[in-house]
Structures are given as structure tokens and as C-alpha cells.
């Protein structure tokens, strides 16, 4: 059970990362679509080939889709949960500062945050078990 809330909190840190290489791939693609109409020898000298592109378009496509279950699970929560979840591991906050800010106690924020990683695992679960059912229907 803890490497599990280890991954979520991570995962959950690296959300602002994950919008940020979404911006650059997306520039990025952008770039090799301007190139590419007019310089196609010069793409190859640059390092943008087809294998790049494709490897870049994939990236986004799973780091699209993360941010997208994210946000998902995100709504799910209550906004206490959420507020606190968002603050502490998306804001990087500290326990003090997201009490004072939400009016709170540090023991409060902790467990609301405890019941918000407990209901991030039983969604998890429930949507593994929802892909794994549709792989053997």
C-alpha cells in the first residue's frame, strides 16, 4: 500500500512537469510542421526526422492522457480533498502554509489528505479493473 500512495504523490508533483513538456513537445511539433513545408533536407541537419516526430507525437499522446486522468481524479475528490491535494503536491506548499491558507489545523490537512489518497487508490483500482474486464470481453 505505501509504494502505491509513493506513486500517486509523485505522479501528483510531476503534474505541473508534465504540462510543461506537453508546451514544448507541442512547440516542437509545430516547429517540424513549419520546417518541413519549406526546408525538408535542412530537418534531417537539425535532427528532426520522421522517427523524432513520431517519437515526440507519442510522448504527447501519454503525457496528454496522464495530465487528462489527473484532472479526472482530481474531480472526483471533495474540494477540501482537492484544495489540499492540489496545494500540497501540484503548488508544492507546505503543511503549515496550506493550514493558514485553508483556516485549518496541520492534523486536519493531513487527514483529509490520507482520505483523498485513499479515495486516488480506490479509483485507480476501480478503473484497472474496468480496463482489465474490457481486455478479456
Do not use: P
Not at 508534465?18 to 516542437?28: L, S
Not at 513549419?34 to 537539425?46: D, F, M, P, V
Not at 485553508?102 to 485507480?124: D, F, G, M, P, Y
Amino acid at each position: 500500500m505505501k509504494d502505491i500512495r509513493k506513486d500517486i504523490k509523485e505522479t501528483l508533483s510531476d503534474y505541473n512537469l508534465f504540462k510543461t513538456r506537453i508546451k514544448i513537445i507541442k512547440n516542437d511539433l509545430e516547429t517540424f510542421k513549419l520546417i518541413q513545408s519549406y526546408y525538408t533536407n535542412k530537418l534531417i541537419q537539425l535532427g528532426y526526422t520522421k522517427e523524432k516526430k513520431e517519437h515526440l507525437q507519442h510522448e504527447l499522446k501519454q503525457l496528454t492522457l496522464i495530465v487528462h486522468n489527473i484532472d479526472n481524479i482530481l474531480q472526483r475528490l471533495t474540494i477540501r480533498e482537492r484544495e489540499i491535494i492540489i496545494k500540497k503536491y501540484i503548488l508544492k506548499y507546505t503543511w503549515i502554509n496550506i493550514a493558514n491558507e485553508l483556516r485549518i489545523s496541520v492534523k486536519t490537512c493531513q487527514r483529509a489528505e490520507q482520505s483523498a489518497l485513499n479515495k486516488i487508490i480506490k479509483i485507480l483500482s476501480i478503473l484497472n479493473s474496468e480496463v482489465v474486464n474490457n481486455e478479456y470481453s
